[in-house]
Antibody, heavy 117, light 108 residues
């Protein structure tokens, strides 16, 4: 089955670091761009950035550049989104999605990140 | 950066037609995409490249373009179509992507 499976929900304190994952299966992970999308509680979708696991080419939204790090390990078909120092405002649902043309057809189930003291 | 603007809400009676328009500066150069998101679920792509429908998406969903705006039309709206809808496109250089502000469709 072609799918993206994301890591489980996280509860963290401000200032802590975090790395969440998105594992692809059923397709050649190195041949598709994988994007990350944020959805804050009760808010809309925000495009964060995208990576091509085949050569680790990465592009960030200007809004997220320097705030998060996107990476991938093609040997295990997994993309990552990480923070070095979380803030309360990072509380959100995070989705990974596989690019199709200039859109996103295949989505992960989402990872809920809660940052609270 | 660029922005994509949508109406915050649209209300429609069952069986009627709902139309959602999305406009933005980059629209003349890049295709528009539409997503449906129901509460607690991941988004679902319903229209790609302005007018194309992915496999499994009902024919009542259609897309069109006019100048700098793209439109999602839901014909013969059903109760199950009640959801948030987002447009999405790429910037003129194709370097990054943006989602629209989102439209809540309410079926009366």
């Amino acid at each position: 089955e072609v799918q993206l499976v994301q890591s489980g929900a996280e509860v963290k304190k401000p200032g802590e670091s975090l790395k969440i994952s998105c594992e692809g299966s059923g397709f050649d992970f190195t041949s598709y761009w994988i994007g990350w999308v944020r959805q804050m509680p009760g808010r809309g979708l925000e495009w964060m950035g995208i990576i091509y696991p085949g050569d680790s080419d990465i592009r960030y939204s200007p809004s997220f550049q320097g705030q998060v790090t996107i990476s991938a390990d093609k040997s295990i078909s997994t993309a990552y989104l990480q923070w070095s120092s979380l803030k309360a405002s990072d509380t959100a649902m995070y989705y990974c999605a596989r690019r199709y043309e200039d859109g996103y057809l295949l989505w992960g189930q989402g990872t809920l990140v809660t940052v609270s003291s | 950066s660029f922005e994509l603007t949508q109406p915050p809400s649209v209300s429609v009676s069952p069986g009627q037609t709902a139309r959602i328009t999305c406009s933005g500066d980059a629209m003349p150069k890049k295709y528009g995409y539409w997503y449906q998101q129901k509460p607690g679920q991941a988004p679902v792509l319903v229209i790609y490249q302005d007018t194309e429908r992915p496999s499994g998406i009902p024919a009542r969903f259609s897309g069109s373009r006019s100048g700098t705006a793209v439109t999602l039309t839901i014909s013969g709206v059903q109760a199950e179509d009640e959801a948030d809808y987002y447009c999405q496109s790429a910037d003129s250089s194709g370097t990054y992507y943006v989602f629209g502000t989102g439209t809540k469709v309410t079926v009366l």
